[in-house]
């Protein structure tokens, strides 16, 4: 037969470390197979007294150092004066100065009949939609005769 016996204090001693695994009085496997002990821990020399709350709520405090904004916004400024004021213009800006509608053919006058659809339906204002709808369907008529 298997002797359980001197297995049983090996087993209650993993089963303490399972438990408590970071106990400091059942650290050692001399202490652990003594047994759990009622002696408090004192508080001033745990390692909880070093513990700060507001870690819990605010997270582990960022340090900066004093002058990381000042280098911060200086190279902001150098970049915005290099992108705003001194770069000269290029083909790519000019082509970023075009409107969407001028793009896309067809785009306004869709965009324009929905909203009017829309204005419709909700009871509001129509003259300046059915005004530039007017416009649009004048310029394609002479875009038609230009073509004939």
């Not at 990381?68 to 992108?83: A, G």
């Amino acid at each position: 037969m298997y002797r359980i016996k001197p297995l049983l204090p090996i087993c209650s001693s993993c089963l303490r470390r399972l438990t408590y695994p970071n106990s400091r009085l059942l650290s050692s496997h001399k202490e652990a197979s003594e047994g759990y002990s009622d002696v408090p821990i004192k508080f001033s020399t745990s390692p909880a007294s070093k513990y700060k709350a507001s870690t819990s709520r605010m997270g582990v405090e960022n340090t900066r150092l004093w002058y990381e904004p000042y280098v911060i916004l200086s190279c902001l400024t150098v970049f915005l004066v290099y992108f705003c004021i001194l770069r000269e213009e290029n083909d790519i800006d000019k082509e970023l100065d075009k409107s969407l509608y001028s793009r896309i053919e067809g785009l306004e006058e869709t965009q324009l009949r929905l909203s009017l659809k829309y204005n419709l339906d909700n009871g509001l204002d129509t003259a300046d939609i059915v005004h530039r709808l007017q416009e649009i369907e004048e310029v394609k008529l002479r875009m038609s005769e230009n073509l004939n």
